[in-house]
């Protein structure tokens, strides 16, 4: 297994701490990032951590861990419930290391529109409505 691991994060997850602080909490993205780069460390790993609103750059960070042969923690964010083709590209890695799909709420209490995702079918598992530690317990699932 690799000892770095891609983590991605799709659209509106860069206004985390500002949008819907009801719903999704106050910690920032940046506050993320430095909680999973610690908790890697703790774990003997290393953190590729990005940020993207396209959809086209996600999949080519899909691409680059794939060619890399990094597993990867992924929240789509809103490309959950609408990306085939986020879907195809994370269809190369699900057979090898795999990802982890990760949500800071549980979609599933929520809209029903949100309840239904392209991903997890493929992922290795699904980590929905625990905040933040959803980032930290797949990286747990991928410790050397």
């Known amino acids: 297994m690799s000892t770095t691991v891609m983590i991605l994060n799709g659209p509106n997850l860069n206004r985390l701490g500002k949008r819907q602080p009801e719903v999704y909490g106050t910690a920032t993205l940046a506050d ?15 953190v590729d951590f990005r940020q ?5 750059e996600l999949i080519d960070s899909v691409h680059e861990a794939a060619d890399h042969g990094w ?47 392209y991903l997890s079918p493929i992922a290795r598992g699904v980590i929905a409505g625990l905040g ?9 699932y991928f410790t050397p």
């Open 32 to 46: 993320v990032e430095q909680a999973c780069a610690a908790r890697a460390g703790e774990l003997g790993l290393t």
């Open 52 to 56: 993207s609103n396209h959809e086209g």
């Open 71 to 117: 597993p990867v923690i992924i929240n789509p964010g809103g490309f959950t419930h609408t990306s085939v083709a986020l879907r195809d590209a994370l269809a190369e890695i699900a057979d090898g290391d795999g990802f982890v799909e990760v949500h800071l709420t549980n979609v599933h209490a929520r809209e029903p529109f949100r309840q239904h995702s």
């Open 132 to 140: 933040s530690y959803g980032y930290l317990a797949a990286l747990g």
